[in-house]
């Protein structure tokens, strides 16, 4: 590189900054993360401002009312609405349904008199109107800009003051001062610090539309979700009708939230009962299918959990797991063998979280283990009966938060079992019409269900 010229090398996973290429990360250990990126051309100018130093006990902390994005699946997963002058990062595989949900998003908010902006920098506007007429009405006064010119952008949004506005996408945006191509680290690291300046200065609430790569990650540098104030995701296969948008991170609500949605020829359509989805189309009478319940955030999830034991035709068994950790799979087959007696040293273990859910949260752990169970006896299990419970190592069965919640749920979806860690059961109250059966280990869990 010329003289002059001069270059870093960010870790694409932590933002690490060293001034050579390096085959591991020393902050994360991530292998082969580090990537070039030229540094400023010129030395950059920071406008002036006076700074106000305050004291603590005089800065205002009245919650600032929230906006409603007209979908409550939308709101529950940003922590209740809307935040102004907030700046969320919205990430998913590219035609996952990201641009649709946030031009709906936007629709609703124009109807309601609030002045939004729709920036677009992969799109023209007729490409985007023809969405806007498939997707329904827009009764609002929205307004569109196509451009991918950062400074133009910027002049744009302080020239028009909205209070929503959308950027589609972040890895479109560029600035011609630093010298390497739109999406780089460079470019991505400059564009979120311009629109959470503008965020926090101006009360503007911006959405940042974020690809993400084959390995799950925003294209660009990890340390965008350090930089905005919420994350979600979109998870779900872009070629299957149904998407579930999940908060992992949120400064103005809990994380872990999820939204489930439609895709249809009229946009994306929020589901309002996700058990109700994730346990449409179970087979009755089938063994290895046991439903548990999940907390995702502060909602209570039902789901199928599926296994299938079969006598392995080589000397290694296989173990694959879909929608749930597979070290943790491995992890209960082996207290079930030694804890239980159930020998499946010579069968093949298959595991599946019906639904396209993604399930990493203990109290799963007893659903996973009767399903293995179930199938390896060929036994069908209580197709009315819902299980939660950590698993230890001992064979135990440990105790969980929120269950009042879980067995809510349950009953609510017509459910008249319900088997339960014992040190949980004093926090339940009678039930009408609900069976709670408290257990100890795995063994009296699998004789309650399975006999």
Request: aromatic letters at 6%; hydrophobic letters at 40%; charged letters at 25%.
């Amino acid at each position: 590189m010329a003289k002059g010229n001069k270059s870093l090398f960010f870790c694409k996973e932590c933002g690490y900054e060293s001034a050579k290429w390096m085959g591991f990360c020393p902050s994360c250990k991530a292998s082969a993360s580090f990537t070039e990126a030229p540094v400023l051309k010129g030395k950059s100018k920071v406008p002036s401002k006076e700074t106000k130093v305050m004291p603590l006990d005089e800065i205002d902390t009245k919650e600032k009312k929230r906006l409603s994005s007209g979908y409550s699946e939308f709101d529950r997963v940003l922590g209740g609405g809307i935040v102004p002058g907030s700046l969320v990062l919205v990430g998913g595989d590219p035609g996952i349904g990201k641009s649709t949900l946030l031009l709906q998003v936007m629709r609703n908010i124009s109807a309601g008199g609030i002045n939004s902006l729709y920036v677009s920098g992969e799109e023209s506007p007729s490409q985007i109107k023809l969405r806007a007429e498939r997707i329904g009405e827009f009764k609002g006064s929205l307004k569109l800009l196509c451009e991918t010119d950062l400074d133009v952008v910027e002049q744009t949004l302080i020239k028009e003051r909205p209070d929503v506005a959308v950027i589609d996408s972040v890895q479109t945006m560029y600035r011609e001062d630093i010298a390497s191509a739109p999406g780089s680290v460079s470019q991505v690291k400059e564009a979120t610090a311009v629109f959470m300046r503008l965020a926090k200065d101006m009360g503007i609430t911006v959405f940042l539309v974020g690809h993400v790569t084959k390995e799950g990650s925003f294209a660009g540098p990890r340390m965008l979700e350090h930089m905005v104030d919420t994350v979600l995701y979109f998870e779900g296969d872009r070629y299957a009708s149904y998407r579930i948008i999940r908060g992992v991170k949120n400064r103005f609500g809990s994380t872990n939230e999820i939204g489930v949605f439609e895709m249809k020829n009229e946009g994306m359509i929020e589901v309002k009962n996700p058990s109700e989805y994730m346990l449409s189309g179970r087979a009755e009478g089938a063994s290895g299918s046991v439903i548990s319940c999940s907390m995702e955030g502060t909602r209570p999830i039902l789901i199928e959990i599926q296994a299938l034991v079969t006598p392995t035709s080589f000397g290694l068994p296989r173990r694959t797991c879909v929608g749930a950790d597979i070290n943790k799979m491995n992890l209960l087959i082996a207290v079930l063998e030694k804890r239980a007696g159930y020998h499946l040293s010579n069968y093949d273990a298959y595991v599946n979280i019906a639904g396209g859910m993604k399930l990493s949260e203990p109290a799963v752990d007893m659903g996973v283990a009767m399903a293995l169970i179930s199938s390896f006896k060929d036994t069908n299990a209580d197709s009315k009966t819902v299980v939660f419970g950590e698993v230890g190592l001992g064979g135990e069965v440990r105790g969980v938060g929120l269950c009042e919640r879980r067995v809510a749920e349950a009953k609510k979806l017509g459910f008249n079992k319900c088997i339960m860690p014992k040190s949980n059961i004093r926090e339940i109250k009678d039930v009408a019409g609900m069976e709670i059966i408290g257990v100890d280990n795995i063994k009296d869990a699998a004789y309650a269900l399975l006999g």
